[in-house]
């Protein structure tokens, strides 16, 4: 009986350690690049201000402004995403547990 628990947890075991792997390097990434993205977000949304102030186009004081906002959640929605992966590995960690 022994051997056959340890059949699916030698064969899921690479699935965990890669799991792992992507969470914690996703992770460092996202970290990293955040302040990079911040600050370029940032420089889209003031250059949008200043569009407005000065009546430049709508439609690209509009676009510097989606731009700006989709840049400065990336990092957010790395971090769902990869919360996600890790939340779809459950199955895998019963596998182990059993």
């Given at each position: ?27 460092v ?45 990336l990092?957010?929605?790395?971090k ?6 890790l ?8 596998i182990?547990a059993?």
């Open positions: 009986m022994k051997v056959l628990k340890l059949i699916p947890k030698i064969l899921v075991s690479p699935f965990i350690l890669a799991v792992g792997i992507v969470y914690v390097l996703g992770n990434f996202a970290a990293v690049s955040s302040i990079i993205t911040n600050l370029v977000g940032t420089v889209f949304i003031f250059g949008a201000v200043c569009g407005w102030i000065t009546h430049a186009q709508e439609g690209l004081v509009w676009q510097a402004a989606i731009t700006g906002l989709v840049i400065l959640f990092p957010l929605i790395v769902g995403l990869l919360e996600l992966v939340h779809l590995s459950g199955p895998l960690m019963k182990m059993w």
